[in-house]
C-alpha cells in the first residue's frame, strides 16, 4: 500500500559482512522509486476512512498537511540513519544493530506473518472495492474480488511468470492517469458537494491519522536503496525531502477535489470515493473509467507486493532453519514456491478475516498499523542508541535540532501506536497476537540444526 512495506526486496539476515550493492542510482531515479512506491492504490481508499473520522473539511485537510509534516520529521531521522549506516537491510539492519537479534528475528516474523501479508490483503480489498464498482457479484464482491486477485497472481509467480516492462509502465501510467483525471474533475468540472455533514457516531482524530499516514507509508524505502544511491550523503537526505513535498502537495490536491465535489458527508459515506466523485462529474461512464484505472493500478501493486514479499521469505527460510522449507528455489520456473504458496495462503486468511469483520480494507489496517509503528517506534528509538553508543561516529547528516526532532517522531509514533490500538480492538489484538506468537517460534528456530 501504498500502505504499508510491500515493494522491497530485503533478506532479514543480512549481516554487515555482506558487500555492498554498487552506488547506480541518481537522485531522480531515487525520488521516482520513493515516490512510486507511497503514492498507490491506496489514496483511493484511505480519504473516505479520514473524512469519517474527522467532524469538518478543515480538519480533514489539518491531517493531511500533519501527515506531510510527521513524515518530514521522520525522513531527517531516517536521513541520519541511512546516511550513517547505509545499508541494503534497512530497518533490518538498524533493530539488528541497536536491540539483537531477537527483535530482528520479531520483525523479520512480523513482515512475514502481519506486514507484508496484511499489504497483499490490503491492495487485494482496494481492487475489490473498485471492481464492484463496474461489476458487482453480490454482497461479498469486494471478498471474491479480492481473493481471486491474490490466488491469480500468486498462481502467476509460482508457474513463474516474469512480468514485462511495457506492462509494469502500463499499470503505473494507469494509476498516474487516474489521479490526474480526479484532480483535474474534482477541482475544475464537479459542483459543490454538501455543505454540512451528518455527524459520524464517534470521531477519532487519532484513527484519521492512522490513515493518513498509512497513505504516507514507503518514504522510509530510501533506507534500503541508501548503499545504491550516487553521493548518497547528500541525495538520500534530497531525495527524501524532495519525495515528501512531492507526496503531500498530490494528496492535499486529491483530497480538495474529493471535498469540492463530494462534500465531507459525500466522501464519509463513499465505498469507491474516486468512482463517486467521476460518477457526479460524468455520469456511469466516469465512474466506470476511474474504476478501471483504480482498480487496474492496485492489480500492479497485489503483484508487486506477491512478488517481492515471497522473495522476502525465500531469503528468511535460507537463513532459519526452521523455515527453510522457504528457501527452495524452483530452478524451471525461477520462483521460490513454497514461499509464494505460504505467503498466499496467509493473504486468504487475512481477506477472509476482513469480510467477518468490519470493512476488508479498514480491518487490514487494524491487523497491520500497531506491528508497523511499534517496529518504526523501533527504528526512531535506534537512533538515540546510536547516538549514545557511538558519539565519536562521522555522521554526514545529522538530524537537526537533536534530540527534538527525534523526540517529537517517536512521541509521533508512539501516539499512531497507542491510537491504533484504542480504536482498532480485535483486528490489532490479533495483529499483536501473531508477533507476539513469533517468539516460540524464535526458541523453536533456535533448536533445530543449521542446514
Known sequence: MSHLEGSRLVNPAINETVAAPRPTLSLVDAIAIIVGIVIGAGIFETPALVAGNV?????????????????LVGALCYAELATTYPHPGGNYYYLKRAFGEFTAFLFAWARMAVIQTGSIALLAFVFGDYASQILNLGPASTSLYAATAIILFTTLNVIGLQQSKWTQNWLTAAKIVGLLLVIGMGLFLAGAGPAVAAAPTKHSFGLAMVFVLLSYGGWNEAAYISAEIRHGERNIVRSL????????????????????????????SSQAVAADLMRQVLGAPGAWLISLLVAVSALGAVNATIFTGA????????????????????????????????????????????????????????????????????????????????????????????????????????YLLYSSLDYTKIGALLGVAVVVAGIPVLLASRKQPPK
Request: aromatic fraction near 14%.
Open 241 to 268: 525531502l524532495w519525495s515528501i513535498g512531492i507526496i503531500t502537495a498530490t494528496y492535499l490536491l486529491i483530497n480538495l477535489a474529493y471535498l469540492k465535489g463530494l462534500g465531507l458527508a459525500g466522501m464519509a
Open 55 to 71: 467532524d469538518s473539511s478543515r480538519t480533514a485537510i489539518i491531517a493531511w498537511l500533519l501527515g506531510g509534516g510527521i513524515s
Open 311 to 414: 522473495r522476502t521469505n525465500y531469503a528468511f527460510g535460507q537463513d532459519v532453519p526452521l523455515f527453510q522449507f522457504m528457501g527452495n528455489w524452483r530452478s524451471h520456473s525461477n520462483a521460490p514456491m513454497a514461499a509464494l504458496l505460504l505467503q498466499g495462503a496467509i493473504a486468504l486468511a487475512l481477506v477472509f478475516l476482513g469480510t467477518l469483520t468490519r470493512k476488508g480494507f479498514s480491518t487490514m489496517v487494524d491487523y497491520t498499523a500497531p506491528v508497523f509503528w511499534f517496529f518504526f517506534l523501533l527504528s526512531g528509538l535506534a537512533l538515540f542508541i546510536f547516538r549514545l553508543r557511538e558519539p565519536n561516529r562521522s555522521r554526514p547528516f545529522a538530524v537537526p535540532l537533536y534530540p527534538l526532532v527525534p523526540l517529537l517522531f517517536c512521541t509521533a509514533c508512539g
